[in-house]
């Protein structure tokens, strides 16, 4: 089973219309992205009271603000597209679907009973493993999907996750 076989079975989209510039695979797409990134500041919300190094408080504060705006634009272009509005159930089980990156319970219950140094250290791991699953999500549908808006979204996706991941990497190199 490919990526895309997986993504299409965990958030099935309604079929376009005939004339559309858009198919099932953006929709599935932008529908994972809204959990996975949710996710991400559900993460990213721990760090401001846990978080002992300022760098990795204001990369969450970045992934915060960042992310929280994606969330936006990518709920809005479903509703615009005839696709149900992302709620708050439908978010939490999508999460609980395995999609890639996405922590399971016992990494999420690990990273909230941590702080300090040994917080800044598993955010950071953890979060890697994150934005990995929405690189490759991401490049997925860039190979499946038909919309423009769609494939810059998901560009960009790549393009800021990648940056991140080696500005992780280059924080967990300098931790103590």
Request: avoid cysteine; hydrophobic fraction near 45%.
């Amino acid at each position: 089973m490919t990526g895309t076989d997986e993504m299409a079975g965990m958030a099935p989209a309604s079929p376009p219309p005939e004339s559309a510039d858009w198919n099932a695979a953006d929709a599935t797409y932008l529908s994972m992205m809204v959990a996975h990134h949710s996710q991400a500041l559900d993460l990213a919300e721990l760090a401001p009271e846990r978080a002992a190094d300022p760098r990795v408080r204001r990369l969450a504060a970045s992934i915060d603000a960042g992310q929280g705006r994606e969330i936006v634009v990518m709920a809005t272009w479903l509703v615009d597209h005839g696709q149900p509005e992302p709620t708050v159930e439908s978010v939490a089980a999508m999460s609980s679907t395995g999609m890639p990156g996405m922590l399971d319970q016992s990494q999420l219950a690990a990273l909230a009973a941590t702080d300090g140094a040994a917080f800044d250290r598993r955010f950071l791991e953890d979060m890697v493993q994150h934005h990995q699953g929405a690189v490759a999500m991401a490049e997925d549908v860039l190979g499946t999907g038909e919309d423009v808006r769609v494939t810059e979204m998901a560009t960009d996706v790549v393009a800021s996750q990648n940056a991140e991941i080696a500005r992780m990497r280059r924080l967990l190199a300098d931790l103590p």
